[in-house]
């Protein structure tokens, strides 16, 4: 199995920055898309930003331009650089491990970020 650490979160400004890490341990399969996912209270949690292993990437449009997502296979660890945060931001954000052949899914705890004056 694999396990997720995350790390980052926080309180912040309206237009200020946050970086939020996740290290994953344990039967890493080298064929993976790695990933954050928030959620808020009432609502149906939602991708923000995925990359497989070997680079590729995507992102929700509300974050397009704004945050950016980028992994470091040797440290088995995800980041996801998030600038010009909004209040719309705020949610619990999940790290999220799903491996291709064969096909896992694995969590993260959540971190919380809070953009707020």
């Known amino acids: 199995q694999v396990q997720l650490v995350e790390s980052g979160g926080g309180l912040v400004q309206p237009g200020g920055s946050l970086r939020l890490s996740c290290a994953a341990s344990g039967r890493l399969f080298p064929f993976n898309i790695m990933g954050w996912y928030r959620q808020v209270p009432g609502k149906q949690r939602e991708s923000v930003a995925t990359?497989?292993?070997?680079?590729?990437?995507n992102y929700a449009d509300s974050v397009k331009g704004r945050f950016t997502i980028s992994r470091d296979n040797a440290k088995n660890t995800v980041y996801l650089q998030m600038d010009s945060l909004k209040p719309e931001d705020t949610a619990v954000y999940y790290c999220?491990?799903?491996?291709?052949?064969?096909?896992?899914?694995?969590w993260g705890q959540g971190t919380q970020v809070t953009v707020s004056s």
């Open positions: 999220n491990f799903k491996s291709i052949g064969p096909a896992y899914d694995y």
């Open positions: 990359m497989t292993n070997g680079g590729r990437s």
